[in-house]
């Protein structure tokens, strides 16, 4: 008969030596009185193929923070570092949420109150220095508060999620006052 070429190994078959017919698995279809139909299919087959070939098109990535957790993470370690850089901080402990950071000081022992708030408003200042996307800052030297925010920044840097801790960070804040510059 001629030669045969394949477009699919289970179903259709088709002969360039008579190239109107179509030959099925189940028995011959002679379309040879209709050439227009054979090139239509032909055609078909042909834009299919193509159409399968194509890649398949992708919406763009709106966020390219994969993990804000982790974004937040690295800004709170960063900024208690900070933080520690000030005279009369022994360490200090930072939750970061959203535009907010919320700290806690161990300070030296033997340091009067006015010198504490010199302390506070001074991480603060640096803080906000340090990462221009946060504005509000809450420090806080009461030893009960700085054990709950060193838990809640342990527990994120474990891989919890914020939210885990909204109820007791929400306590915490209303407790503080922002800092004053």
């Excluded at 088709?14 to 030959?23: D, V």
């Excluded at 919320?102 to 990462?131: F, M, P, Y």
Aim: net charge positive.
């Amino acid at each position: 008969m001629g030669q045969w070429f394949l477009f699919n190994p289970k179903f259709v078959y088709i002969s360039a030596a008579h190239f109107g017919i179509i030959l099925l698995r189940k028995g011959v279809i002679d379309l040879t009185g209709s050439r227009k139909l054979v090139l239509l299919v032909c055609l078909l087959i042909a834009a299919i193929l193509a159409a399968g070939c194509t890649a398949a098109a992708r919406k763009p990535e709106t966020n390219t923070n994969r993990n804000p957790v982790a974004q937040e993470n690295k800004q709170a370690q960063k900024l208690a570092r900070e933080a520690t850089r000030v005279e009369g901080v022994k360490s200090a402990y930072v939750v970061v949420s959203g535009n907010m950071a919320v700290v806690g000081l161990d300070i030296n022992k033997g340091i009067e109150s006015t010198e504490t708030n010199r302390i506070k408003s001074e991480v603060g200042r640096r803080l906000k220095n340090a990462d221009r996307q946060i504005n509000d800052v809450r420090v806080s030297t009461d030893a009960d508060t700085v054990t709950r925010i060193r838990k809640i920044s342990e527990g994120i840097s474990q891989g919890r999620p914020l939210t885990d801790f909204t109820k007791q960070l929400n306590e915490i804040v209303r407790r503080i006052a922002p800092t004053k510059e």
